[in-house]
């Protein structure tokens, strides 16, 4: 069959483009490159497939998918967005005129932080007590762990403290809000309290300019940021030091108790050792027992010694001879008197006072003088210690130095923190474009 050239063209785009033969939307796109109306090129693709020489089907033998009605590849998107190019940059600069007037009426923040020094556990109290203890055996398995500065951000958090800054600087009226519940949550969310990894703690205060703010809105805000950071630093020194003086006015009255109970310990421990000392005539027990031990070898030695004498005039006399009744007179006294010195008693039965100890009772009087006496080194150390702890505490209550240690001072900012207004600007340049593109497709397949 002779085909017309019009037919001929059509058959040429048809063999560029197979998907015009099914798509209604790539049939439009290229009707309208090659300045034909998408009514007279799907006529004419009519008008071939009842020749007989084009199939729905042809491209697909291709390898080509048959695309859906409603659907277009790339190749379709790139020219219709082309031929809505006026349109989609004309939306594009409405919305960067907007997106820039907006972003120059929205309220700036102003940030002040200040940076302090970790605090450092203070010697004395608690902490020496510990370190005193470490040093006992098994001292090292107390734990040494004083994060003061976890404890510094928990003053920092606190209710009560946030309230002060609340009321300091009518924060319910800044923040439109209608109680102090909603004014903590808002303050939460303008304050951050930190440790740095290096150990310092910042404390950042932001606050917020109003809508089309003016220039001495800024500088109001500027300022506010400033003096609530310096706030927020005094009353922390302020709470830090009254806990601090609470606690050592605790500290100082248990060392109180403890140090007066000390002196009783002490005294009882001195009377019992002075009471056991004259009872026993305990001067110096090793010198005395030395000397005891002398005695006992002195006596015993004059008994052997008659002893043996006797036994030689009882075999050169008479055993009434005066002479062997003598040296039996005095070996029965020698015997008397080593008693005395060995159990401390005499023939009637009780004990005599004696300055030598009773050599039967030297080991358990040792024990009972080791005893006392050590119970006396024990309260004089403890004596010694807690008078120590006791003069601590008491200059501890009376002291009034700062707690706080400021490494940057809060200051002025020259800078706002927020909003990033170059970044919102290009977020919005792409949100805006990809919303065109949508619309722009969406327009073109309800045209369909």
């Known amino acids: 069959m002779k085909l017309t050239s019009h037919e001929k063209t059509i058959l040429e785009l048809i063999s560029k483009h197979p998907d015009i033969v099914d798509s209604p939307s790539a049939r439009k796109l290229i009707a309208k490159q090659y300045g034909f109306t998408e009514k007279t090129l799907r006529n004419r693709i009519g008008d071939l497939k009842k020749y007989g020489i084009i199939k729905s089907s042809d491209h697909s033998s291709k390898g080509v998918q048959k695309i859906h009605a409603n659907e277009t590849n790339l190749m379709d998107i790139i020219p219709l967005l082309w031929s809505m190019r006026k349109s989609i940059i004309k939306n594009q600069l409405i919305i960067i005129v907007i997106t820039i007037i907006f972003v120059f009426i929205i309220p700036k923040t102003y940030t002040s932080t200040a940076l302090l020094m970790p605090p450092t556990s203070e010697t004395g109290g608690i902490g020496s007590i510990m370190g005193a ?24 958090k606190s209710r009560t403290l946030s309230e002060k800054v609340i009321k300091k600087f009518n924060l319910i009226d800044l923040y439109g809000v209608p109680n102090i519940d909603k004014a903590l949550m808002s303050l939460s969310d303008h304050t951050k309290f930190e440790v740095e990894d290096e150990g310092t703690i910042s404390i950042s205060v932001d606050v917020n300019t109003e809508w089309l703010h003016s220039v001495e809105s800024e500088e109001t805000a500027k300022n506010q940021c400033t003096d609530m950071a310096i706030y927020f630093v005094e009353q922390l020194d302020l709470i830090n030091k009254s806990l601090k003086t609470e606690q050592a006015s605790f500290h100082r009255e248990f060392i109180g108790e403890r140090y007066r109970q000390n002196l009783v310990d002490l005294k009882k ?180």
């Open 133 to 156: 203890l470490s040093n006992l055996p098994f001292g090292g398995m107390m734990s040494q762990t004083n994060d003061e500065s976890l404890s510094t951000i928990a003053i920092l």
């Open 269 to 448: 421990a001195e009377d019992s050792l002075k009471v056991f000392q004259e009872n026993h005539k305990m001067v110096a027990l090793p010198e005395q027992t030395l000397a005891a031990i002398e005695a006992a070898a002195a006596l015993k030695a004059q008994m052997l010694s008659n002893e043996v004498k006797l036994g030689v005039m009882l075999g050169a006399l008479n055993t009434n001879h005066p002479d062997i009744e003598n040296i039996k007179k005095e070996n029965s006294e020698l015997s008397k008197k080593m008693n005395e010195l060995e159990y401390g008693t005499n023939v009637i039965g009780y004990k005599k006072s004696n300055l030598f100890p009773v050599l039967a009772d030297v080991p358990e009087l040792g024990v009972e003088l080791v005893r006392l006496k050590r119970e006396v080194e024990i309260q004089n150390t403890l004596f010694v210690f807690l008078t120590q702890q006791y003069e601590e505490a008491k200059i501890k209550e009376a002291k009034d130095t700062p707690t706080v240690q400021i490494l940057d001072y809060p200051q002025i900012p020259q800078l706002k923190s927020a909003p990033k207004r170059v970044l919102i600007l290009i977020f919005c340049i792409i949100i805006t474009f990809f919303v065109n593109v949508l619309f722009i497709l969406y327009k073109s397949e309800k045209r369909i």
